[in-house]
């Protein structure tokens, strides 16, 4: 049976925890906001480029055929890579595992699929598997950036264009809501025209007259990047958004157990210093007692 020290030293403990555990909630409530609002403020440029796209796509035919559509190899298995989002730091509940377990599952053919790591749990743990690496992205500024997007989409549109990669995925988290994140598998590469469909798409679009300078290829080579990196960045700034936001949720829970036990600790600490003062009592009465006697 514990005594009052133990008891006293384990409340410390606890108490020490809570305090990190509490710092860690405001840290992440503080972070998150700031990506929402940075996303925020992006969301329109990138929604731009993305309607130029669509433009071009719906009104060049030539394009449409040459730029949409899967690359077709000698022994018809493209060659496909996926850039895996997980946090730099655990204590976020199930948001790194859901996302390695999404990844996994995708992955199929592990001769033809390859692997770029962004966050060093998934650097970790896929580095000990059975998988190719072409790239571990690692970044120190915190929250995502547009030249880190822009890093990323240099790489991947060099290996594309070389046709070391035919097809390029993004695994990431997507936040709908601050308690319902989803890990989430998109398909990036090669464009689909069903992707510009919709808004920004064919019933946004109805300049028919459309004119490129100084030529549709050009200008498809300048904007697919910048769309490529849209995209790249806001499932970055998704995916911090979403591992705040998690662990936001698990600091808070773990704060609440911490005070929990504190008052279940503190509730056995006062019995048995109860019971050592009634002990204390009946032994003065009982010395009283004797000395009467």
Do not use: W
Not at 238 to 247: K, P, Q, W
């Amino acid at each position: 049976m514990a005594n009052m020290r133990d008891i006293r030293l384990r409340m410390k403990s606890i108490q020490q925890t809570l305090k990190i555990t509490s710092a860690m909630k405001l840290i992440s409530t503080a972070k998150l906001s700031r990506a929402r609002i940075q996303l925020s403020q992006t969301e329109p440029y990138f929604d731009r480029i993305r309607e130029a796209i669509a433009n071009i796509f719906l009104h060049t035919e030539s394009v449409r055929e040459s730029q949409l559509g899967p690359r077709v190899r000698a022994d018809g298995i493209p060659r496909r890579a996926f850039l895996v989002m997980t946090s730099d730091k655990g204590l976020a509940g199930g948001f790194n595992h859901n996302v390695i377990a999404l990844a996994e599952s995708a992955m199929t053919r592990p001769e033809t699929d390859y692997l770029l790591l962004l966050g060093a749990i998934g650097s970790r743990y896929f580095i000990r598997k059975n998988t190719t690496i072409l790239e571990n992205f690692r970044f120190t500024s915190g929250i995502p950036t547009v030249y880190e997007a822009k890093e990323i989409t240099e790489f991947i549109m060099s290996q594309f264009d070389s046709e070391v990669i035919d097809e390029f995925y993004i695994v990431y988290t997507r936040m709908y809501s601050s308690v319902k994140l989803e890990p989430e598998l998109i398909k990036i590469l090669p464009l689909v025209e069903a992707d510009f469909e919709g808004s920004g798409g064919k019933e946004a679009v109805t300049d028919s007259s459309l004119v490129c300078l100084p030529s549709t290829d050009a200008v498809l080579e300048t904007l697919i990047p910048k769309y490529l990196s849209g995209v790249i960045y806001g499932a970055m700034v998704e995916s911090f958004a979403s591992e705040h936001s998690a662990r936001m949720t698990a600091m808070d829970s773990a704060t609440k157990n911490a005070q929990e036990m504190l008052e279940g600790l503190q509730l056995k600490y006062n019995r048995l210093r109860q019971g050592a003062i009634t002990q204390e009592v009946t032994e003065i009465v009982a010395g009283a007692a004797a000395l009467n006697i």
